[in-house]
């Protein structure tokens, strides 16, 4: 898979309270980092955030009370704070989300309290989508949820959340390459922590040491400057190799790493050339006010609209109800159904029988339960597969997942469980209050070609393609056709997978640049002065911007800012004095091409 447009951790730029991401080599959009995470909306634009406290018809039988908070996430980004800041250093730049891979949520009390259930405090995965959509679901004691619904009526912020999220770059690069051997690699890096547990922060801190005190040999030398970007460099590259992301320690939040057995990393000499550029997943912490808005919502409607109570019948001795839930896109019209099976081989003497059952996922809530009759001496073991009923065009096929072992009463499936590729695309809203986006996605499968339509619109703001499993190569073409009919624009942006656009993917939006350069010769006059406007603008003088140039200072910069991609460009005039009629306008130009008045053009006009 290509690794141009992924975000470049070699180039990180700063701003003030955010930083961001150059693409690597150049292509698409700049990434800029999330400020934080918020509970993300339904269709209704009501908080996606439930509390539901579950219990027996019969308190003296199975199952026993209990309580699942289930809730949906979403980053939010300082866009157009940032877009400015881009625009300064890099004029026409385009900025954009980057892609989340894994990570892990923990509630926490706002101020110290020793009777915090340490159960809330548990580092739960969170399953992420592709549109950049997390789901995070906690089964809890009727003590701890009570602790939840005290918060959800309390006027004072007593819980708060933190997260660590991984996302996807290219690692930094440096003329030198190391070589090493693997079991002794993770061996040195293991002895950092505990229990092949540790922070990241240490892997960097150590990789900073003395190079000749490593487990690696050095092609080369870390050149002066960059000792930073080996450090993080090695840091990432153990953790792609070696490890994966892990729950942080119940007394902290930082990016942690679970390393592999020195066995399993396994003995002989390897090499990395540091030239190379290599896909990486790094840490990011964030932190929210997981019930910020869902107190809003209990205080206009009551807490019924975020605590529901599920009565459930009675479950016999050595039945489990299994509690399913997959975090997929909402959208998926090539998808006729969705589900996961159930299976249970028999377990003589206990059971002789095998035991099936299937259950259909719908969206939005992509929730659902089934019920495991077991004998009572029997743990809770089974397998499950996913399937899917695809429609293209006019064929109908059921396509089926792996069988994969699992045990326990949850079961929370990821877009990755499924037997397609979801390719997810999204247009935010303030995009699609300006124009509806048509595109096509291609790609190679089996040495085929696939292809895929989509359209985006206000009351489809996302949708997610189906491709066969596998499939590479993936390209994006898209038309985004203004809602005013004031045209179209085209656009081709680097994808990995998935797609998210925003007006700030159209370079002909935000703050624009122009450098104007006024000519003078003897024929005319010291002074010279230009109006300028821009399109979309109204023709009064608080839009229109004068320019004054003379001989002495005959270059001056203008900025505007477009708040419509469709509306980039500008047009100019002489200035003329009050007392003379208005001179005519010129047409519309491209803010990325240099402006000159000759001396020719003033006297013309």
Not at 151 to 156: K, R
Not at 501 to 520: A, H, P
Request: charged content about 20%; some cysteine.
């Amino acid at each position: 898979m290509s690794l141009q447009g992924l975000p470049d951790f070699q180039q990180p730029l700063f701003g003030e309270g955010f930083h961001l991401y150059f693409p690597y080599e150049a292509a698409g959009s700049h990434t800029v980092v999330p400020s934080r995470l918020e509970i993300d909306a339904r269709n209704d634009g009501t908080p996606d955030f439930l509390l539901e406290l579950v219990r027996g018809a019969n308190p003296l039988l199975p199952p026993k009370p209990y309580a699942v908070l289930d809730f949906r996430l979403r980053p939010r980004y300082r866009m157009d704070e940032a877009l400015t800041f881009l625009r300064s250093k890099v004029p026409a730049a385009t900025l954009g989300y980057p892609v989340f891979t894994s990570g892990f949520l923990r509630l926490e009390p706002a101020a110290l309290a020793s009777d915090f259930p340490a159960e809330l405090k548990m580092p739960i995965p969170l399953g992420w989508n592709g549109l950049g959509v997390a789901r995070f679901i906690l089964r809890m004691s009727t003590d701890a949820a009570a602790v939840i619904k005290d918060s959800l009526q309390s006027s004072v912020v007593s819980i708060l959340a933190a997260a660590v999220l991984e996302m996807d770059g290219v690692s930094p690069r440096l003329p030198l390459k190391i070589r090493f051997n693997p079991a002794e690699l993770v061996t040195a890096v293991a002895a950092l922590g505990h229990e092949r547990l540790v922070e990241r922060d240490t892997v960097v801190t150590y990789f900073r040491g003395d190079p000749k005190k490593l487990p690696v040999v050095l092609e080369g030398a870390v050149p002066d400057g960059q000792q930073d970007d080996f450090a993080e460099a090695m840091a990432d590259l153990v953790r792609i190799h070696f490890a994966t992301l892990a729950p942080p320690p119940s007394d902290t939040l930082k990016s942690y790493f679970g390393l592999i057995t020195p066995d399993a990393a396994g003995s002989g000499t390897f090499e990395w050339d540091f030239m190379e550029p290599h896909r990486v997943s790094r840490g990011l912490l964030l932190d929210l006010d997981p019930f910020e808005a869902a107190k809003q919502l209990v205080q206009s409607q009551g807490l019924a609209a975020v605590v529901h109570e599920t009565i459930v019948p009675a479950i016999q001795t050595g039945a489990h109800k299994v509690s399913i839930s997959a975090n997929l896109p909402s959208e998926r019209p090539d998808v006729l159904s969705c589900g996961v099976t159930l299976r249970a081989p028999p377990a003589p003497p206990f059971r002789m029988q095998a035991i099936v059952q299937s259950v259909e996922l719908t969206a939005p809530s992509d929730s659902a339960a089934v019920t495991l009759k077991l004998s009572p001496k029997e743990t809770l073991q089974y397998s499950y597969s996913t399937f899917l009923v695809v429609q293209s065009g006019t064929a109908v096929q059921q396509l089926n997942g792996p069988e994969t072992t699992h045990q326990g009463e949850r079961l929370d499936l990821l877009t990755t469980d499924f037997p397609v590729d979801f390719f997810p695309v999204e247009a935010s809203p303030a995009l699609l209050q300006l124009a509806v986006i048509e595109g096509v996605c291609r790609g190679q499968s089996a040495g085929a070609q696939v292809e895929r339509g989509f359209r985006l619109s206000p009351d489809r703001p996302s949708s997610s393609l189906v491709l066969p499993k596998g499939t590479a190569g993936i390209a994006i073409e898209l038309d985004a056709h203004a809602s005013d009919g004031s045209g179209s624009l085209h656009l081709t942006p680097p994808v990995s997978t998935s797609l998210s656009l925003d007006v700030s993917s159209f370079r002909e939006y935000g703050s624009q640049s122009v450098d104007v350069e006024c000519g003078f010769d003897g024929s005319t006059a010291a002074v010279a002065a230009i109006d300028l406007l821009p399109a979309g603008r109204p023709e009064t003088a608080s839009e229109i911007t004068p320019l004054f140039f003379t001989p002495a200072n005959p270059k001056k910069g203008w900025s505007y800012f477009a708040a419509s991609p469709f509306h980039s460009r500008y047009r100019f005039r002489i200035h003329r004095s009050p007392s003379e009629p208005p001179a005519a306008w010129s047409d519309y130009r491209s803010p990325w091409e240099p402006l000159k008045i000759t001396p020719e053009w003033r006297i013309r006009r």
